[in-house]
Structure formats: C-alpha cells, structure tokens
Nanobody
Framework: QVQLVESGGGLVQAGGSLRLSCAAS????????MGWFRQAPGEEREFVAR????????YYADSVKGRFTISRDNAKNTAYLQMNSLKPEDTAVYYC????????????WGQGTQVTVSS
C-alpha cells in the first residue's frame, strides 16, 4: 500500500504562488505515475496535472496550462505542483494520486490540502 501526504496548501492572494508537495511511502515510488486533482465545494473532482514515472512526460488541464508545473523527485519520493498566477477559481481541495504502471486508473489518493485564493 502507498501512503500519500499532501502539504503546502494555504491562503494566497490572486496572482500569488504556492508549491504543493506530495510525500509517498510504502512502495517503490518510480513504479507510479503521479497526478494532481482538485475539487471545489459542490463540484466534481477535476484533473489538474500528471507526470510520468520518470518525470519525462507531463500533462495539464487547459485551465492551468502555463501557470502550473508538475514535477517529481524520485530520490525523495515526492511529487510537486508549482502553482503560479493563482486565480480565485483555483480555490479547491487539491489531492495527490498515484497510478501503478500496470493499472488503468489511480490506485492511491492523499487526504487533500486546501488552497484558497482571495480576490
């Protein structure tokens, strides 16, 4: 079993930046692609970004392209989401997720961290 713990959320003004971290334990980190999702109150969970097992390929939702950057450090068993030029509509609980290389969906999820962007 993989345990994922997010950190780095908080309150920030519009136009500001935050860096979220996702610390993983329990299995070999490089066996998993990592993703970030978010969910606002009353809304469905939304895909934000994904990074491949080696970090060589990244994917982003259109709403965050050019503003957010996903990365990973396999030596530290940690994935990151750098969030720049934040907007009020980015306000949500952000979740880290891990997908095993042979799995068709994400297998493990973190507890979430709140990001609030004030106008």
């Amino acid at each position: 079993q993989v345990q994922l713990v997010e950190s780095g959320g908080g309150l920030v003004q519009a136009g500001g930046s935050l860096r979220l971290s996702c610390a993983a334990s329990g299995r070999i980190f490089s066996s998993y692609a990592m993703g970030w999702f978010r969910q606002a109150p009353g809304e469905e969970r939304e895909f934000v970004a994904r990074v491949s097992r080696t970090g060589g390929a990244t994917y982003y939702a259109d709403s965050v392209k050019g503003r957010f950057t996903i990365s990973r450090d396999n030596a530290k068993n940690t994935a990151y989401l750098q969030m720049n030029s934040l907007k009020p509509e980015d306000t949500a609980v952000y979740y880290c997720a891990a997908q095993y290389y042979s799995s068709s969906q994400y297998d493990y999820w973190g507890q979430g961290t709140q990001v609030t962007v004030s106008s």
